[in-house]
DNA sequence: CTATGCTAATTTGGATCCAATGTTCCCTCG
DNA sequence: CGAGGGAACATTGGATCCAAATTAGCATAG
């Protein structure tokens, strides 16, 4: 699972010109390029892809059906801003369905892939900035589920991803590096059930991950004043 | 939440050529006009409707993204057809799913909703054909997340049971109406939790409900070979 | 008689053009 | 001076046209 291939999140290599914008549209939204609230105009995004409107119609259609995107007819495509609820919410989906996609992922990861999550934990617990582990700490997630054959499972797991990952930014912004030595000791004990095949050890603290990143996130109301004015 | 609205998967009213086209589409899939392996060629469907090719291409994409149809470039779209193990893990996610959509919805359910609730299920204890049975079951159990207000976890309750509804009828007709019995008395005592506003014991129910039919689902292969010859 | 390769027809993908709707800005009237 | 209306502009939605790719059918050679 190659991080461009998470982006898309669907498995099939489907290189058609409205996937090839929808995938630039969507990093685009989630690197912060285009912020909640954000107006995306067809025109803009046809030229900068140098191609017509069209496959960028199709491509916002794609957004929208992955909740990337709202629309309204005939007043255009914009990015949606999620309440303290809904990104609460979203965390207890997550809490409750990334457990179940481990489980189907375990028994299908190689050596490999585990001394490759080794190496990726490390690079996590350097010093990096924000962004960079952003991106690590995505990319390391995302491949314990590398394992997971059934495509409509990792399908909606890296689409939660997607659509906090802006609020996730927003969050480590305001929440001091405090939380990177809790984050890390968490990403050990899940590496160390899932080298001894432990799915239900691996899934316990797996849940409490999450559960306890989002109870510090109810704590951070800001997250949602600053970048939508 | 009338029947159309939960069609679309999403709360909007977004009325554009695309979206119908889309309706149309997944109501055909949905009723099992259009099988698992069932390729779908544009200008048929532009022609059946009325309009020209370029909203039924944004309506597959749509679909696309939804999970119910599957594109290769230049070759088209088609209905993709199940595995055994995909369809037994999107019962496991419904598993986890709809119990947390049930406790999001209990309390903004209002009295009139649980009466409403409650002649539903009168109508499905009928002695009903098994096309009204599922029709009416599946009204039933989206009706008792309409409280539920987070706009993503409605839409991927009902994907969810979109992309089983072809499998659901199989089953039914093979599983002989034995089970009617037993999931009326699963009805019964889920409503009785939430009558009496009881989340923990609603989620119980409702996950063995899940539960159950998935087990016995298991024991039915035959589904998947009948109708993708 | 079968297999392979070429050609023609079908179907999807993309670009441009036109129509409908929404928005903005300015002018006029109260 | 402010509010309301209208006209010009900007942007999205839909239709038709052309190009590219795949598939099917046929002919020919082994």
């Known amino acids: 699972m190659t991080t461009e291939a998470e982006q898309t999140a669907n498995g099939s290599r489907n290189h058609a010109a409205s ?18 609230g954000e107006r ?4 803009d995004v046809a030229e900068r892809f140098g191609a ?22 005939h007043k255009g495509a914009r990015v949606p801003s999620l309440s303290m609820r809904d990104l609460s919410v979203i965390y207890q989906i997550r809490e409750r369905l990334e ?20 190496r990726l934990q490390q690079r996590i617990e350097a010093d990096t900035g924000i962004d960079e582990f952003l991106a690590l700490d995505r990319e390391f997630h995302l491949m314990t589920y590398t394992g997971c054959r059934v495509d409509q499972l990792s399908m909606m797991v890296v689409r939660l991803w997607n659509s906090t990952q ?7 912004k305001v929440s001091g590096s405090g939380r990177r030595w809790v984050i890390n000791a968490e990403h050990r004990l899940l590496l160390d059930a899932m080298e001894r095949r432990d799915s239900v050890d691996a899934e316990r603290h797996l849940a409490g991950h999450i559960r306890r990143t989002r109870t510090e996130l109810s ?5 949602f004043g600053g970048p939508t004015p």
Chains 1, 2 share one sequence.
């Open 99 to 118: 457990p179940l996609a481990l489980t189907e992922s375990i028994p299908n990861l190689s050596e490999n892939d585990l001394r490759e999550l080794d």
């Open 166 to 172: 802006h609020y996730r930014r927003a969050f480590m």
């Open 52 to 73: 017509s409107r069209l496959p960028v119609r199709e491509a916002l259609r794609i957004l929208e059906a992955e909740g990337l995107t709202e629309h309204e007819p």
């Open 40 to 43: 995306i105009r067809q025109e």
């Open 219 to 223: 704590r951070h109301p800001e997250v």
């Open 19 to 36: 996937h090839r914008v929808a995938d630039y549209l969507r990093a685009a939204i989630l690197s912060g390029e285009i912020g909640p």
